[in-house]
C-alpha cells in the first residue's frame, strides 16, 4: 500500500471481494492510517477502495451468471432428489430474490464475509445489473467512509479498531450461523410433512 497507494489499496480490496477471507477491515484501516503519514488523503482512499470493491462485485456477479437458474433446473433434474431440492425451491428463491435482492445486497454489504459473496445470487438471479452496480456502490461506500475514517481518526492505533471489528465479525458469524441452522431445521420439517390428499 505504501508502494502503489491508491492502485494498491484499490487492488486489495478487489481480492478481498474475490476472496473474503481476507479481511477488507485490515485494508481500510490501516488505509485510514496511512492518510495521516503520507500524502494520500482520506476522499481518494475511499474512491479507490470503493472502485476495487465494485469491480470485485462485478467480477462475481459476472461469475454468478454463468449458473442461472436454467442450469440450476438442469442440476436439479439430475440431482433433486439427493440433494432434496425442487424446480419449486430454486423458481422461489429466484422471486424472492427479484422482489427484495436490491436491497440485500446493500444491507449484506455491511455483514463479513456475505458482503463479498452476495454477488454471487445476485448475478445468479440475474439481477438488473445497473441496479447492482448502484446499491452495491452505495452499501460499499458507506462501509469504506466509516471504516477509513476511523483508522484516520485513531492514527497509529488503527489496530484497535481491527480488534473491534473482529468482536462485530464474530458476532455476526454467530447470528449467521444460527439462521442458517433454524433454515436447515424449517427445511427438513417441511420435507417430512406428510402430502396432503385431494
Aim: charge should be neutral.
Amino acid at each position: 500500500m505504501e508502494q502503489f497507494g491508491y492502485f494498491g489499496v484499490a487492488f486489495l480490496i478487489m481480492i478481498e471481494n474475490l476472496f473474503p477471507p481476507i479481511p477488507s477491515e485490515v485494508i481500510l484501516t490501516f488505509g485510514g492510517f496511512m492518510t495521516t503519514t503520507t500524502e494520500l488523503n482520506i476522499p481518494l482512499m475511499i474512491v479507490a477502495a470503493t472502485i476495487g470493491a465494485v469491480v470485485g462485485a462485478a467480477i462475481l456477479y459476472g461469475l454468478g451468471t454463468l449458473l442461472d437458474v436454467e442450469r440450476l433446473d438442469k442440476i436439479v433434474d439430475k440431482y433433486g432428489n439427493i440433494l432434496r431440492i425442487t424446480h419449486a425451491d430454486i423458481h422461489k428463491a429466484d422471486s424472492w430474490f427479484d422482489r427484495y435482492g436490491f436491497w440485500t445486497v446493500f444491507f449484506c454489504r455491511f455483514v463479513p464475509l456475505i458482503r463479498s459473496l452476495i454477488s454471487l445470487p445476485a448475478g445468479m438471479a440475474n439481477m438488473n445489473f445497473g441496479l447492482f452496480l448502484v446499491f452495491t456502490t452505495v452499501g460499499t461506500v458507506i462501509w469504506n467512509t466509516v471504516l477509513i475514517y476511523l483508522g484516520a481518526a485513531v492514527g497509529s492505533q488503527w489496530e484497535t479498531i481491527v480488534h473491534y471489528m473482529d468482536i462485530y465479525s464474530n458476532i455476526a458469524y454467530v447470528i449467521l450461523g444460527i439462521i442458517g441452522i433454524a433454515v436447515i431445521i424449517w427445511y427438513i420439517r417441511k420435507r417430512k410433512q406428510p402430502v396432503k390428499a385431494d
